[in-house]
């Protein structure tokens, strides 16, 4: 299996900073996607960030020019530097990845547990 374990997250002021990190670990052949979404309460998990193996991102429009995904594929880690933070910017963080487990697997969604984050205004 794969296991996603996210860290980082917290309470901050609006403003601030925050970076989170999701390390990927268990049977791993390959990596290809590695992202980061969001759910707010009562409203459905939508994409924030994702990095593509060769270094690729797309992010979506509320977050650009404040957020940046990064990666770290000999440590099969990736990171989520989250500037000038919002309210709105608030809800619990997912890691995703899109791996196989071997050659004969095929790639598949694994998540992490999550990692809240709270921006305070």
């Known amino acids: 299996q794969v296991q996603l374990v996210e860290s980082g997250g917290g309470l901050v002021q609006a403003g601030g900073s925050l970076r989170l990190s999701c390390v990927a670990s268990?049977?791993?052949?390959?990596?290809?996607?590695m992202g980061w979404y969001r759910q707010a309460p009562g409203e459905q998990r939508e994409l924030v960030a994702i990095?593509?193996?060769?270094?690729?991102?797309n992010y979506a429009d509320s977050v650009k020019d404040r957020f940046t995904i990064s990666r770290d594929n000999a440590k099969n880690t990736v990171y989520l530097q989250m500037n000038s933070l919002k309210p709105e910017d608030t809800g619990v963080y997912y890691c995703n990845a899109v791996a196989k487990r071997s050659l004969w697997h095929d790639y598949r969604d694994y998540w992490g547990q999550g990692t809240q984050v709270t921006v305070s205004s």
């Open positions: 990095i593509l193996s060769g270094g690729s991102t």
């Open positions: 268990g049977t791993i052949f390959s990596i290809n996607t």
